[in-house]
Structure formats: C-alpha cells, structure tokens
C-alpha cells in the first residue's frame, strides 16, 4: 500500500510540472477582450475554479456560489467524512466574501473508543479584493480568512482555536490555459485536539495551479497546496489534485477532485465530489 501511495505522489507531481511546462512553451498569453464589462466578470470563465485554493484564487463569483460537497480523507491513523458547504457572493463590484462549514465523522483506527465521533467543522469566513476587469490579463487579489473554532475537537474535526490568515494571489490566463497562483501566513491562537492541549504556530502556505478549459462546458484542474505546521508537533500538510468542473446547465456544475499527501500532515488521499450553483 505504501508503495502504490508513493507511486501515486510521483506521477502527480510529475503531472503537475509537466503540463503547465507543456502549455507554456506553446502558448502566448490571451489578447485583452476589451469588450467585456468590467462588472461582475470572472476571468476564464465563472464555472472555471479551484478545490485547494477556492478562497484565495484571484476571481470572485459573478453573483452567488452556493456548493454542497462530499468530502472523504484517509490517513494512517484516521479516515474522515464530511458533507460541506461553501458559499460565496459579490456583494459589491469586485469584492467577494463567503463562508465554509460542514458536518462529518471520524474513524480512528488503534485507538481508544472514545476518540473519533461525529460533529461540526470549524466555520472559515472570508473576504477578498480583486485586482481585474476579466479583460483577459493577469488579475490579482487579496484577503483574509478568519477561521471560527466550530468544530468538535474531540472527534478531530476542530483544533478549539481560532485563526486568521492573509493572503495575495494571481491569475494570468494563456491562450489554452490558466495559471492561479496565491501565498499567504496563517496566525494559529493555542487549542486543543482529541483532549490534548496543543501550541498556535504562524503558518505560512503557497498554492500553485494549472486551468485547462476544453469547452464552455468543462474544465480540468491539476493543483497543489502547501502549508507549514499550524501547532507545535503537527506536520505539514502538502497535497497534489487533480480535478474537473463540469457545468451541466446554464447554472448548475458537478465539481469532482482526487488528492494525494505527500507529506504526514495530509490525508494519503482524498477524494472531493461536489454540485454547485453559479447564480
């Protein structure tokens, strides 16, 4: 199993250098559309988003996000579900902000039975500014998260803390493709996990991502993330994606991703399934 795992990690990694390499050494950046408003526009189209890095990636939705999702994640000692929902809106021309909170259950496997359980997420609001007009140039944002400590840490599905993060990002599309990038430091208070009292570190992360729109009606995403120790004695969590959007109606969009860890803070693999409602 470990060898298959290790395998898995390779070849998205290579995927992930590879295809951005291959389209950038054939593509131009894309000529400016000057004739989109510069209202209400997200660049590469509104259906066209990221799973890691949804929150900080330079766009905001055109008017309303509303996603319900499917969440599985299997590490060595734990194997978590969760049913999520992330919203977004644009209250104000360029300003986006949104909330992400869920429901779900953990499986420690070796451990006493008092550990694990079902119960709430930690809820993350956020807000952001964006930098663009959709005119087809690099656009940019910026924002923070503020993580509310909603979630039951008694059943691992919360760190008892509360936490902020600020955040910068772009995103420059190609002819073919676009590239997302964003970095950002996460201020961690003291909390507590599985009855243990852990130590807030300040986490730093950086994300990384290749849009492939084949159509006006589907997309692929490969897409990677890293943040540093968010407590004292916890790992990095390092993750590499691959996913797709695929908008079924005008409004409408099955989202679908498949992660692999490659460091002892991630989830050895991950697989997210989700419908959402660009409104």
Known sequence: MRTLCSLLRIAAILLLISAPLA?????????????????????????????????EEATVVENQWWEGRFDYAEGDQE????L?????????????????????NSDISGADSDLGGSGATDLDLWGKYFF???????????????????GDDSAGLGF??????????????????????????????????FGVDIDGETSFFLGGAALFPTSDRVGFVVETKYQ?????????????LGGANWRVTNR????????????????????LIGYAANL
């Open 160 to 193: 008892d803390a509360f936490a902020f993060a600020g955040f910068g990002s772009l995103r420059r599309p190609f002819r073919n493709w676009i590239l997302s990038v964003d970095a950002g430091a996460q201020f961690n208070a003291d909390g507590r996990t």
């Open 228 to 240: 540093s120790e968010r407590f004292d004695g916890l790992d990095a969590d390092w993750q590499v």
């Open 252 to 271: 409408g969009m099955i989202r679908g991703a498949a992660a692999v860890g490659l460091t002892d803070g991630a989830p050895d693999w991950q697989i």
């Open 79 to 82: 194997d978590v579900t969760i």
């Open 132 to 150: 663009g007009t959709g005119s087809g140039v690099t656009e940019f944002a910026a924002g923070g998260i503020l993580t509310v400590p909603t």
């Open 23 to 55: 389209a950038w050494a054939q593509d131009e950046p894309a000529p400016a559309d000057t004739t989109q408003p510069a209202a209400r526009v997200t660049p590469g189209g509104g259906f066209h988003r990221l799973f890691l890095s949804f929150i």
């Open 84 to 104: 999520d929902g992330v919203f977004a809106f644009q209250p104000w021309q360029n300003v986006g902000v949104g909330a992400h909170v869920g429901f779900g």
